[in-house]
């Protein structure tokens, strides 16, 4: 079954980086897009970009252009998102979803990763 | 950029209908998807193309688009469908990429 596992919870100190890996499983992982969408605490979804495996090509939000890069293994069939310079208002669960672009929908999530930061 | 407005939230009584409401200017034209989201949970797909549901969602979800309001329907509604819903559709940004913009969601409260 189609499977999208995230890293465990992380604490970082504002200024540091933080990379996240989202592990996929029981589908062709460059068939698919890949988004990452985060929550702050007691929040609505917001859209950090999205990443297409096949070709090593990200779109950003315009809110993290320059903050945050999209990667992947495709060995591993793992996702990758790096956050820099982070700081307290970062501090939320980040989500990687599927998107298999027809239907262009968001169709299988991964658990959340809690990043929080901290001083 | 494009926003979308759903309401903050929804209360109805088991059994009910609860409507979910989506404003955008002429998100007739545009494909919505809605999500579930319950708590400590991440959010589900629950209705694509303004009105598909994918596998394993009941038919009590359905969905409709047109003008500047898309709408999520509920009928018969259960405890377990206590959940936050948000609407999505795809816009672009000043560059011309195509970017995902989500609604700021809606409390379904069952009483």
């Known amino acids: 079954q189609v499977q999208l596992v995230q890293a465990g919870a992380e604490v970082k100190k504002p200024g540091a980086s933080v990379k996240i890996s989202c592990t996929t499983s029981g589908f062709t992982f460059t068939n698919y897009y890949i988004h990452w969408v985060r929550q702050a605490p007691g929040q609505g979804l917001e859209w950090m970009g999205i990443?297409?495996?096949?070709?090593?090509?990200?779109t950003y939000a315009q809110n993290f252009q320059g903050r945050v890069t999209m990667t992947s293994d495709t060995s591993m069939s793992t996702a990758y998102m790096e956050l820099n310079s982070v700081r307290p208002e970062d501090t939320a669960t980040y989500y990687c979803?599927?998107?298999?672009?027809?239907?262009?929908?968001?169709?299988?999530w991964g658990q959340g990763t809690l990043v929080t930061v901290s001083s | 950029s494009y926003v979308l407005t759903q309401p903050p939230s929804v209360s109805v009584a088991p059994g009910q209908t609860a409507r979910f409401t989506c404003g955008g200017d002429?998100?007739?034209?545009?494909?919505v998807h809605w999500y579930q989201q319950k708590p400590g949970q991440a959010p589900v797909l629950v209705i694509y193309n303004d009105s598909d549901r994918p596998s394993g969602i009941p038919e009590r979800f359905s969905g409709s688009n047109s003008g500047n309001t898309a709408t999520l329907i509920i009928s018969r509604v259960e405890a377990g469908d206590e959940a936050e819903y948000y609407c999505q559709v795809w816009d672009s940004d000043s560059d011309g990429y195509s970017i995902v913009v989500f609604g700021g969601g809606t409390k379904l409260t069952v009483l």
């Open positions: 979803a599927r998107d298999p672009s027809t239907p262009p929908s968001l169709d299988y």
């Open positions: 002429d998100i007739g034209s545009k494909d």
């Open positions: 990443y297409n495996p096949s070709d090593d090509s990200p």
